[in-house]
């Protein structure tokens, strides 16, 4: 019964959108009628309201899709959908300032006289509108008032011109910032937490092992991972739709002709063609860049690209006058003012010491100032021409409440198609295709890619994406990112608004396009470029580099960045390391053996012998490396013969646990009914017949597993291992080959001031013989805390604190006190010795060798990755690597 009402709440939902009702209440409305048709037919033919509810009752239900509204309003940690008013705010102001008309005419001038030139000017503005507005209907409006006459009047071709300016306003759903992006961010972050939780469950059910290994978890993902794994796609995009335009320009000149522009191309041009690209460049720049760099969150960029769109808008609404463009150099200025004061001065009111310290302050706070009132200059610009302001805020408004009230709805909808098991349906039936991931992931986006012929890519955001993206994200043999998979979407749900017949690119581009434009030709222009999408997600899915590296850069350069010890991080780094060590061998051999020739006959016994070891350790590494080599190489032999064999049990094994999983339901089905007295004795014969074959079933299953699974499985272990201990060897011998030098390059470092507390440390014993307890421990303190900021003076700080503590007990022990004093000034005066000498002659030859090794052997030890190995490392965790064998 369960299969009948998702059908009944799937018709509904059709039913109401087919219908006309909206959205917002198409999906709440069948989610909440289908629960409640389900409750009432429980309850009159079963006797209870949750019968025909795969777990639960409709309560329940009903309170998760109210808990979901909740999770989407009330939680402080999901803040990511606060980016989506600012961002609808920064397009529709720059819409409405007629920034977008500036750069359709300054790029056709511009490019016109170059074959195919006016249809790739569309693609080349359609892609900075995309980058600064994302909003589709006004920039395929824009564009379709402005090119699509021009376009027209020199004999482009109706379907080439049409299919550009369509398929060019749709980039703004790929292209960041995009609402789409941001959408999709949201629901994969909670896809993602599923996906990790079910992956989990699956290592513990195949291994027996409670804890996985962090690096086979799952990624979660967020808008800023979002927007900087899409920007190389969109650029994918951009670029295979001028070199068709172009080709079909060599082609068929006469249907995309060059046309020369009126005028010369001189410096007045010029300036021109740069005040109109500067400023929407620069904006760009800002959003993205400052996500990239890391100096602001996506919710943070937004309120930037707002803040420009007004400025922008300020001096576009008012061309002509004489401040036009006053508002904006007052913020260039001051926004100039602040890097250049931040650079000079400690801005940290805080830390302020010296009055250089309050004047830089101050400056700062008239820059600011400055900017604000520059802000609000712009913006009542913005308020006073043509109400400006006002009705970008209400347009704003209503699209942010069209978006937000959709999610709502969709949380309420899923809810619902999970309480009749409809995500266990879902998953079965990906999980029985053959073929793995690969063929789950082409049904799933040809699923998606036909929805986008009926759907608005908000609808297949919020109903598809919870359903499936989990089920994705959770296979191990295909171990994709959340990043990869929302762009895969993110690209395929581009043709939502472009797929004839409902494609609402189509009808926004019907609605100005002249009658002398046929709808056919609309159809058969866009076809091509449905090709090119098809083509670009290809590409993006051959190569997820793409998509992967930009996020992983960033995320490696960040303030916050791990540090290469990290996990997740080693393969990668070692992958990295291995070639360095064969290209570099002789020369960190020299450097190690410049190093054991240092005299540590002076040093304590346990310092010179950790030192030994260390360089031991270091020219063992080698050794090492070629072990893991061995195990490696052992390993990847094995794994083409025992690949199939593993696939194969595993999903024998899968289907004994969904034999499990039904007879255990039909058990508690069985046992239900009879407790509630509503026994149909067709029904329970029914359901002790299908248990009995089960069973029947799950008995073949379990024979049909050979005998030679557990010696194969014990091999790949014994293999798997192998390689593993060998790493794990590696790493704990490069480990120890070089924390030894940085403590000892630390103590060294730190001799001067070792050397300064001599004083205050021989006067101890004098003075605890002569002055009063309080004095006394006042000046064993002091010694402490001087001592405490030093490295490696744990020893000397203890026997201070041995002679603290016989002053400070209830019967004070003064000679105890002391004679621990005097052990302190020997161990000191040990110390200093050992220390002045090292230090004279051992620093120069440590730090030689630690900059030798720091970026090999001595690479997991530093605080971050150098700046010049990151890149590699970024592009090396971009790709997909099938973890399925390790479950």
């Not at 499936?468 to 895969?488: E, K, R, Y």
């Not at 190569?543 to 992983?552: A, E, Q, R, Y």
């Amino acid at each position: 019964m369960e299969v009948f009402f998702i059908a009944v709440l799937v018709l509904l939902m059709a039913g109401a959108l087919a219908m006309g009702y909206p959205v917002a209440f198409a999906l709440p409305g069948s989610a909440i009628l289908t629960i409640a048709l389900a409750s009432l037919a429980g309850w009159v033919f079963a006797g209870d309201t949750g019968s025909y509810f795969a777990q639960d009752g409709p309560i329940q239900w009903l309170t998760a899709g109210v808990t979901n509204f909740r999770g989407i309003y009330w939680e402080v940690e999901r803040d990511t959908l606060i980016a989506i008013p600012l961002f609808v705010f920064m397009g529709i102001m720059l819409q409405r300032s007629k920034i977008a008309e500036d750069l359709l005419v300054t790029m056709a001038q511009l490019f016109g006289p170059v074959p195919g030139g006016l249809g790739m000017s569309v693609v080349i503005v359609g892609a900075l509108l995309a980058a600064t507005t994302g909003i589709v209907g006004a920039t395929v409006v824009a564009m379709g008032l402005i090119s699509l006459p021009a376009m027209l009047r020199n004999n482009y071709s109706h379907s080439l011109a049409t299919g550009t300016i369509a398929a060019s306003g749709t980039l703004g759903q790929i292209i960041p910032p995009s609402i789409v992006l941001i959408i999709l961010a949201d629901q994969l972050s909670s896809a993602s937490d599923q996906a990790s939780t079910a992956r989990k469950a699956e290592y513990k059910e195949a291994t027996g092992e409670f804890s996985m290994p962090g690096e086979f978890d799952i990624a979660s993902t967020s808008a800023g991972d979002m927007f900087l794994g899409a920007f190389l796609p969109g650029i994918v995009l951009v670029s295979l739709y001028l070199v068709y335009i172009l080709v079909f320009a060599l082609i068929r000149p006469q249907s995309a002709p060059a046309v020369a522009r009126e005028g010369s191309f001189n410096l007045r041009f010029a300036l021109r063609v740069l005040l109109v690209l500067i400023p929407p460049l620069a904006l760009i720049l800002a959003v993205l860049g400052s996500i990239i760099m890391g100096i602001a969150t996506v919710n943070q960029a937004g309120a930037i690209g707002a803040v420009g769109a007004i400025i922008m808008a300020g001096y576009r609404l008012t061309e002509g006058n004489r401040l036009t463009y006053l508002p904006a150099l007052i913020a260039i200025a001051s926004i100039v003012a602040v890097f250049f004061l931040l650079g000079s001065f400690d801005l940290n009111i805080k830390s302020i010491d010296t009055g250089t310290d309050l004047f830089g302050i101050l400056l700062a706070v008239a820059a600011v100032f400055a900017f604000l009132m520059a802000v609000l200059w712009s913006g009542w610009r913005v308020h006073k021409i043509n109400d400006t302001m006002r009705s970008v805020m209400i347009e704003t408004a209503k699209t942010t409440s069209m978006v937000f009230i959709i999610l709502l709805g969709a949380a309420m909808l899923t809810a619902a198609f999970r309480a009749f098991g409809g995500e266990e349906l879902v998953k079965e039936f990906l999980g029985g295709l053959p073929g793995g991931f690969w063929t789950q992931f082409v049904v799933v986006m040809g699923v998606i890619f036909v929805l986008g012929f009926f759907l608005d890519f908000i609808e297949i955001a919020v109903v598809v994406v919870p359903i499936v993206a989990p089920i994705l994200l959770q296979d191990p043999s295909a171990n994709i990112t959340a990043v990869w998979l929302g762009v895969m979407i993110g690209v395929n749900m581009q043709t939502s608004f472009l797929t004839p017949p409902f494609g609402f690119a189509l009808f926004y581009l019907r609605g100005v396009a002249p009658a002398i434009v046929k709808t056919t030709s609309m159809y058969k222009g866009v076809v091509a470029f449905i090709g090119l999408q098809l083509l670009g997600l290809a590409i993006v899915g051959t190569f997820p580099s793409l998509v992967n590296f930009l996020p992983n850069q960033s995320f490696l350069s960040a303030e916050t960045a791990p540090p290469p010890k990290n996990p997740r991080l080693q393969i990668c780094i070692e992958d990295h390391l291995f070639p360095i060590y064969d290209e570099q061998k002789s020369e960190l051999i020299a450097a190690i053996g410049q190093g054991r020739k240092l005299d540590f006959s002076y040093l304590p016994t346990k310092r010179g012998k950790a030192l030994t070891t260390s360089y031991d350790n270091a020219l063992a590494t080698f050794d090492l490396v070629a072990d893991i080599r061995k195990s490696r190489t052992a390993l990847q032999s094995y794994i083409p013969e025992y690949r199939p064999i593993h696939r194969s049990i595993r999903r024998i094994q899968d289907d004994i646990r969904g034999h499990n999983v039904e007879i255990q339901k039909l058990r508690d089905e069985l046992r239900q009914n009879k407790r509630n007295g509503f026994v149909i004795p067709e029904d329970v014969a029914h359901a002790e017949a299908r248990i009995i074959e089960a069973e029947a079933e799950q008995k073949i299953l379990e024979a049909s597993l050979p005998d030679s699974w557990d010696g194969s499985r014990k091999k790949f272990l014994a293999l798997a291992g192998a390689e593993k201990k060998a790493r794990l060897t590696y790493r704990k011998n490069v480990d120890q080959a070089y924390v030894p030098i940085v403590e000892l390059r630390q103590i060294l470092l730190d001799a001067n001031n070792f050397a300064d507390v001599e004083d205050m440390i021989t006067a101890l014993p004098e003075t605890l013989a002569n002055q009063s307890g309080e004095d006394a421990v006042a000046a064993i303190k002091a010694a402490e805390s001087r001592l405490g900021r030093l490295t490696d003076t744990s020893k000397i700080r203890s026997t201070l604190t041995r002679a603290r503590r016989a002053l400070t007990a209830r019967n004070p022990k003064p000679i105890k006190a002391v004679t621990e004093a005097r052990k302190s000034v020997s161990l000191y005066l040990d110390e200093l010795a050992w220390r002045t000498r090292a230090a004279k002659e051992m620093s120069e030859a440590l730090r030689v060798y630690d900059k030798a090794i720091a970026e090999t052997i001595g690479l997991r030890q530093q605080d971050r990755l150098p700046s010049e190995k990151i890149s590699e490392i970024a592009s090396c965790l971009a790709i997909h690597r099938d973890i399925s064998l390790n479950f």
